[in-house]
Each structure stands twice: as C-alpha cells, then as structure tokens.
C-alpha cells in the first residue's frame, strides 16, 4: 500500500487493522465477546477522535482537501441572556368580554362553535350511538344461544321421560375398556 492510497483510505482503516490481533482468536464465547467489543469501542474512539479535531475545507476547484487549520482561532461565544419569564399579563375577567363563557376560545364566536361541537360530537355521537351499538351487539361467546339449547334440551328429555341429567358423560356400552390381566 502506498503513502498515497493511504491517505485517501484515511485513518480508520489501519485503527481497525492495528486492532485485529495476529495470534488466532480464542474460542470461548465469553473471551470472543469481550474482544469484539473492544475492537467495537476502539473503532468508535478513534472515529471520535476525528470529529473532534479541528478541521477546515480549503477548496479552489473540484479537488477538495481537509487541511488542519493554520491560524488559531478564538471561539468567540455568543451573547447570552438569563431565561427571563414572561411578564404577567393583566389578569382579565373573561366574563366581562363574554358573559357565555365556556372556556374553549376567548373569541366569543370561536367558543361559542367550539362549544357546539364538542357537546354534539360528546353525547350525540358518542351517547346515543355508543349505547345502540351496546344494545344490539352480536351475542359475545354465544353464551345466549347456549342457553336457549340448554333449555330446549330439558324440555326435551323432559317430554320423552328421560333424567334431565345422566351421570354417565358418555354412553358405557360403546365405551372399550381394556381386560385385567
């Protein structure tokens, strides 16, 4: 590699390089893991180092170079006030400006629409059509239909003599039980 490639490529590449070790790397994972990270916050030292040197673009024409700055320069710090508050404003009853009030806007036109809307979109909307979807929503779990079948069942077995309730789940005789040896 020649002093010129190895100007372009920068510095980071040979950071790494200088980073990899020239003996095999160990097979644990623990001792792997401690070495990649590292490698990790070495790679990001030296890249922190090179956004903080002070650099500057000297240009003329398409070939660009980053030069180290010549001439010392003053940081020259901006001017700073102390974080003042606001003054006070004039506590002013709004009431006297609008005696419908309802403290959305303090143009009266503004509240008084503004007004309008949140009542109608808050129990309009939301009441009227919130308690007609609860009324007429779909039976959840079937748990209705399930007990109209239950109550269609006893009044059948009930009808045909039988006990409401076997105390067999399923029928003994198509059941197989395995013979005792």
Request: glycine share 4%; hydrophobic share 40%.
């Amino acid at each position: 590699m020649d002093s010129a490639s190895g100007r372009r490529q920068g510095i980071l590449p040979s950071v790494i390089a200088s980073a990899v070790p020239s003996h095999p790397t160990p097979t644990s994972a623990a001792v792997m893991a401690a070495w990649r990270l590292s490698l990790c916050a070495r790679s990001l030292s030296a890249i922190r180092g090179l956004q903080t040197n002070h650099l500057r673009w000297k240009s003329s024409s398409s070939r660009a170079v980053i030069a180290r700055s010549s001439v010392k320069r003053k940081e020259q710090r901006e001017p700073t006030e102390g974080w003042m508050e606001d003054p006070d404003p004039k506590d002013e009853n709004v009431y006297l400006k609008n005696s419908n009030f309802h403290g959305y806007d303090d143009d009266p036109v503004i509240d008084f629409w503004n007004m309008q809307v949140v009542f109608f979109f808050g129990f309009s909307i939301v009441l009227v059509f919130g308690t007609t979807f609860m009324a007429y929503i779909p039976d959840y779990g079937m748990v209705q239909w399930a007990r109209q079948e239950a109550e269609m069942l006893v009044k059948h077995r009930e009808a045909s003599g039988l006990p409401i309730m076997e105390s067999n789940r399923f029928d003994p005789r198509k059941i197989q039980l395995p013979e005792d040896d």
